[in-house]
């Protein structure tokens, strides 16, 4: 769980921190723990709420999204890299992401959630979680064009 806050929130000390919090609301909401899933599902989603919260509270590079999600975009992008990129540069490049993008490409490439799941964790519509992923490509792979070729 720790992993997860810390890709999510970039350091340690904040990943700490909203992992103690998920940890002592799981506690708190142990009750509404119904077995539909296993637990260690229902408490990552805790923690990943938590950390989406610790990011909104504390404006981390707040941007305001002025685009229309009314149409999904037809092309689909690929997710092949250069062999000369590494794991952790492309972890590193994630990070640099806007927050909008970031966050929907971590749930949906590191950890394993389908646009539905991404559109309830985010509040967003199945829609718009596409959309960012797609964008969120993009940028990665403009990100790691500049780290390979200056």
């Not at 998920?22 to 142990?30: D, E, H, P, R, Y």
């Not at 009750?31 to 989406?52: D, M, P, R, T």
Request: proline share 1%; with cysteine; net charge positive.
């Amino acid at each position: 769980m720790f992993n997860i806050a810390h890709r999510f929130l970039g350091n340690v000390q904040d990943a700490e921190d909203a992992m103690q919090e998920a940890f002592i609301k799981a506690f708190q909401k142990i009750e509404q723990y119904k077995g539909e899933v296993s637990f260690g599902a229902w408490l990552k989603k805790i923690v990943i709420n938590k950390c989406l919260d610790t990011l909104e509270s504390k404006k981390k590079r707040l941007q305001v999204e002025k685009n229309s999600f009314a149409e999904l975009p037809s092309e689909e992008f690929n997710w092949e890299v250069e062999e000369t990129i590494s794991i952790e540069m492309i972890k590193k490049a994630i990070l640099v992401l806007p927050d909008q993008y970031r966050r929907v490409v971590m749930l949906f490439l590191i950890e394993g959630y389908s646009h539905d799941e991404i559109a309830q964790i985010l509040d967003i519509t199945i829609i718009n979680s596409r959309t960012k992923l797609l964008r969120g490509k993009q940028k990665l792979k403009t990100l790691l064009k500049h780290q390979c070729y200056g």
